[in-house]
Nanobody
Framework: QVQLVESGGGLVQPGGSLTLSCVAS????????MGWYRQAPGKERDLVAT???????NYADSVKGRFTISRDNAKNTVYLQMNSLKPEDTAVYYC???????????????WGQGTQVTVSS
């Protein structure tokens, strides 16, 4: 059993910054990749950024140059530094992790509970 807990969301003015964090805990053999997705009201849940265990990153075009994803492997934690926030960034942000849960090569995707980010003046 694996749990992902996000934190760091809140209300920020356009142009401001927030940093989200997500801690994975539980039965973890290894973490293949972690990432962030977001879902605005009435829209699909979309990829924001991902990072592999080796540090390879991928970003949605809409956040390139503004958001930075990083990991602290020792703490099983992923971060999302969000700068130059825009109203269209408003969404619930969900942590995602692809985790190997046993020595038998069982890879499972987990989701956090989500944290609200609201960008408004």
């Amino acid at each position: 059993q694996v749990q992902l807990v996000e934190s760091g969301g809140g209300l920020v003015q356009p142009g401001g910054s927030l940093t989200l964090s997500c801690v994975a805990s539980g039965t973890i053999f290894s973490i293949v990749a972690m990432g962030w997705y977001r879902q605005a009201p009435g829209k699909e849940r979309d990829l924001v950024a991902t990072i592999t265990s080796g540090g390879i990153t991928n970003y949605a075009d809409s956040v390139k140059g503004r958001f930075t994803i990083s990991r602290d492997n020792a703490k099983n934690t992923v971060y999302l530094q969000m700068n130059s926030l825009k109203p269209e960034d408003t969404a619930v942000y969900y942590c995602n992790a692809l985790i190997t849960i046993s020595i038998f090569h069982e890879d499972v995707t987990y989701w956090g509970q989500g944290t609200q980010v609201t960008v408004s003046s």
